[in-house]
């Protein structure tokens, strides 16, 4: 697994505003402890490497952490981002200033572990569909601030990104329909704002059983469906319905033991909150060498 990821300059300013911040809220005033059993003119020289087995996603960011902290800290990156880890694997190397590479580590360990285990997760889960067409999606059920990260590392497990927020999509689930009085009301109601505030965007609306799908396809005005909680079956018999005429989107439950039955279907996308939010971060570490 080697899904390449192009970090555009916009996210490397956004994930080293994030990397700062994380940096502020782990050093303070200094990291004293350093600063109190090591010189500051002490070279140092670690390796970072794997524990586990699983799918490599950080190293860029990690990257980024050490050049932060001092940017005449060298780092070797021998492993890319999207890269199946056994065990005893050297991810990469770093050189520098050991007061910098101390203070370094544990923020750059932390995206490095959190981000290899969404993406050993989302590689595990994307392995029982590869071979169809169905796309897996992430959610917005994601670690505040962290967002772009943990979105990195679900496409370098072989997921796909859904909407980023609230201001790049619409998605018009049941609590807005209940309160906007209906699904017609909800749509259209959808059409006239983007209308008003000329604003381009995609159309999704949740529907949670057949009487719902019926009127959004009467409605129309909408790019995709998501079925929420329907049964494989009825997921297969309401994707027939729709015909190809907008996308569909199965949500709802679905687990690495289910996907597949779920994905047969023909449904265009099943999006997994669990990508994200029920994870266990991936074991490696920083040794000198």
Same mark, same amino acid.
């Given at each position: 697994?080697n899904?390449? &990821?192009?970090?555009?300059?916009?996210?490397?300013?956004?994930?080293?505003?994030?990397?700062k911040?994380?940096?502020?809220?782990?050093?303070?005033?200094?990291?004293h402890?350093?600063?109190?059993?090591v010189?500051?003119t002490e070279?140092?020289?670690?390796?970072? &490497?794997?524990?586990?087995?699983?799918?490599?996603?950080?190293?860029?960011?990690?990257?980024?952490?050490?050049?932060?902290?001092?940017?005449?800290?060298?780092?070797?990156?021998?492993?890319?981002?999207?890269?199946?880890?056994v065990?005893g694997d050297?991810?990469?190397?770093?050189?520098?200033?050991?007061?910098?590479?101390?203070s370094?580590?544990?923020?750059a360990?932390?995206?490095?572990?959190?981000?290899?285990?969404?993406a050993?997760?989302?590689?595990k889960?994307?392995s029982?569909?590869?071979?169809?067409?169905?796309?897996l999606?992430?959610?917005?059920k994601?670690?505040?601030c962290?967002?772009?990260?943990?979105?990195?590392?679900?496409?370098?497990?072989?997921?796909?990104?859904?909407?980023?927020?609230?201001?790049?999509?619409?998605? &018009?689930?049941?609590?807005?329909?209940?309160?906007?009085?209906?699904?017609?009301n909800?749509i259209?109601?959808?059409?006239?704002?983007?209308?008003?505030?000329?604003?381009?965007?995609?159309?999704?609306?949740?529907?949670?059983?057949?009487?719902?799908?019926d009127?959004?396809?009467?409605?129309?005005?909408i790019d995709?469906?998501?079925?929420?909680?329907?049964?494989p079956?009825?997921?297969?018999k309401?994707?027939?319905?729709?015909?190809?005429?907008y996308?569909?989107e199965?949500?709802?439950g679905?687990?690495i033991?289910?996907?597949?039955s779920?994905?047969?279907?023909?449904?265009?996308?099943?999006?997994?909150?669990?990508?994200?939010?029920?994870?266990?971060?991936l074991d490696?570490?920083?040794?000198?060498?």
């Open positions: 697994m899904t390449a &990821i192009i970090m555009t300059k916009n996210d490397e300013l956004k994930i080293a505003d994030l990397i911040n994380a940096l502020i809220e782990d050093i303070g005033d200094g990291d402890t350093s600063l109190a059993t010189s500051n070279q140092g020289n670690v390796k970072l &490497i794997s524990k586990d087995n699983g799918i490599l996603a950080g190293a860029e960011v990690a990257l980024m952490v050490f050049k932060q902290v001092d940017k005449s800290t060298e780092v070797n990156i021998l492993i890319e981002d999207g890269s199946s880890i065990p050297t991810v990469m190397t770093i050189s520098g200033n050991s007061l910098s590479l101390l370094a580590e544990r923020t360990l932390n995206f490095i572990q959190r981000m290899s285990g969404i050993t997760f989302t590689n889960i994307y029982e569909i590869s071979d169809l067409s169905t796309k999606l992430d959610t917005r994601t670690t505040p962290n967002r772009i990260v943990e979105k990195m590392a679900v496409r370098l497990g072989g997921g796909t990104n859904h909407r980023f927020g609230l201001y790049d999509m619409i998605m &018009i689930k049941d609590n807005h329909v209940d309160f906007a009085g209906g699904i017609s909800a259209i109601s959808t059409q006239e704002y983007l209308n008003r505030i000329k604003k381009d965007i995609k159309i999704e609306i949740e529907v949670r059983n057949f009487g719902e799908l009127e959004v396809i009467k409605t129309g005005g995709r469906i998501m079925l929420d909680n329907f049964s079956a009825d997921l297969k309401a994707v027939e319905i729709i015909g190809g005429k996308e569909t199965a949500s709802g679905i687990t033991r289910s996907i597949r779920y994905a047969l279907s023909g449904v265009d996308f099943i999006s997994v909150g669990a990508l994200t939010h029920q994870i266990n971060s490696l570490s920083l040794i000198t060498c």
